[in-house]
């Protein structure tokens, strides 16, 4: 059932919390090295697909497969799957109590059963990658936002995940500490890293994603390339959508 | 008799024997509790209904029943349903039931004030439950719960004179016996008393200095992380 | 089945021990508000001298065990004043002043958490020192301590089973004549240690309910 490229299916997925229904029905394919952005309104379920794909939450209805094996209804095997997929948290949920490099590496020697000297090096390579190397003995509270964020992508990438899933990953930083994140997510879009963002960013939506699914109420109202986006326009509740979003912000 | 030779011949030495039963009392009894707090705490945090029903039972008791009654149960009471335990034993069991049941308050505490966050990241990397409870929110908590963990043991330093009510000799036991012999009841209980003072002091500026070796840029003793982003 | 009869006989007797619990509990609840409350005011606003004594007392009658401070004032210093004080005004005292000295540190806390902008107001309206502790400070600092105070209690329940080292006629010792007269150990402990529990759970209960009825809309621990 998979074409070549395909890594992750998500099929019909339904989520209510009491009486709200917060997705109605999301479906979608991703290939291998495409980065998809999810814009739209808040509250519109979102982060809530995001947590239904690794199962943090767990969908009424609907299911999830990675590479073709289901993650949904996997049982014990679900922590397996976790480890192939990584999660980036707006607020990014950083272990208080070990510094950096121990925040990185804590998966790989616990989960992976790496031994800590090659489980070390590769945690350094990882903060390397997003600029972070020279903090790796420091506390989360020592750190800035921004730096904070670098080390949580930096802990989710050691895990050589086959997607990550940013959940608003700059939503909580001031706009300075933003451009340093959006940098190393760029980077890692363009060496062909699978990516699904949840994102305000609308530039770098635009500048980065293969695909960009506008959301609305629970469902994927409108989908397609940037490109089309700006120029279709069928595209009139995205276009709408990112108008007002220009307006307020003064783009 | 001269008071000085009293003091040094006699009592400090009957004393000491008594205060070394008392620190070994302590010292067992103290590791013990600890661990045995951990699984209450965590048995009633996480554990399945039944599991947490029975914990969180099991220290409802404990904290509604005096610590004298229960070492009364376990030593005159215990005998009478085949389990016959040795004075000293029976105190042991008593005080770390007791300690095990208040600490496990202390940690189920700190175990709350950790942000939500920590175990879903952990849950996210594939860890299971119990490696994120192991890992990552028990190093926490165990940290926050160190002034009400200290708190606890200076407690314990002084419920430990009740083993004397089962006739154990420790510090007061033995102080009492030379009081009663040469009738200078007093004195003796005042250095008794400056006795426990003088655990209690040194307990507290141990507990300060372990504090500060272990403590963690951005968590407070509070429980509130300096940095609060959420 | 036979020691089911042997505690409805014993009951009434058992029963008899909770009026002198609940006599050492009240003595120390009331004792602890009575010296607690001016010795938290002389700790907060009080010259370096006073504070330091009101220390000391708190070193010691928090750092010494009940049972201690039981043996040192019946056998040593009521007998050195020449006083023959019977057993449960001993129970009743060394309870009450170690409250005091516990409860003292909780009228402390919550003092000092009533901002500093009351007193200043009071001042500004020219009450003197102690009519602002007396009029504005204290009734707030009350209702923010009770919750804390109210943890005294099953403290105070528990401890006075000590009092049975020196022979009070309360619920602890009664049992144990009983255990030692009809040679029955568990179920009788049993009984006792429910009735402890049930003490604790009623006088919680009504603790919570005065704390309902002096509450003040708004006003919260810690609210400025």
Redesign the interface.
Known sequence: MENNGTILRVENIHKSFGDLEVLKGVTFDVTKGETICFIGPSGTGKSTLLRCI?L?TQPDQGSVWLGGEEVTNSGKKI?????R???V?Q???????LTAIRNVE??LI??RGMNPKDAREKALEELRQVGMEEWAEH????LS?GQAQRV?IA??LA?DPDVILFDEPTS?LDPELTREVLEVMKKLALAGMTMLVVTHEMGFACSVANRIMFMEHGEIKEQGSPEELMSDTKFERCKNFIGQFDQTNGD | MDQSVFIFQILLPVLMEGMVVTIKLIALTAPLGLVLGILVAVGRTYGSKPISLLCNGAV??I????????L??LY??????GITLSAFVASLVGFIMCNGAYSSEYIRGAISSV?E??I?????????KM?AVR??IL??AL?RAIPGLSNEFIYLI?????A??LTVIEL?GAG?MV?AKYFE??????I??MG??LL??ITTIAVMLIERKVA????TQSGR???D?? | MDFLIVIIEWFPYLIGGIFATLGLVGSALILGVIFGLPMAVGQVYGKRSIRFIIGIYV??FR???????L??FY???F??LGMDVPAFFVGATVLGLRGAAYQSQIFRGAIQSVSEGQMIAARSVGMTKLQSIRNVILPQAVRVALPGWSNEY?NI??????C??IGVMEL?TR??QI?SQTYI??PI??V??GI??LL??GGMRVLHMIEKKIKIPGFGTGAA
């Open positions: 690794n943090l922590n397996h799957f976790r480890q997929i990584g999660m948290f607020n990014f949920f950083l272990f208080d109590h804590i998966a616990k989960v506390y989360p509270a020592e936002g949580s802990r989710a895990m909580a | 409802a008791f904290k509604g029943t005096p610590l004298l009654l229960m009364f149960i005159f009471g215990l005998p009478s349903v942000k966050g920590q879903i990241a952990a849950q996210a990397l594939g860890m299971t490696q890992h990552i190093p926490q940290i002084k419920y430990s004179s009740l004397y009510m007061t009492k009081a009841f007093t004195e003796v209980f005042m008794i008393g426990y003072l209690v002091t963690i840029p951005g968590m992380n300096m940095l982003i959420l | 070193w010691f750092g010494l065990p009940v049972l201690v401070l043996f040192l056998f040593g210093i007998p050195g099953p329940l528990t401890d006075s089973a000590i049975y080292a602890m049992t144990s255990v150990t568990m402990y049993l006792c240690a402890f529990i604790n759970y």
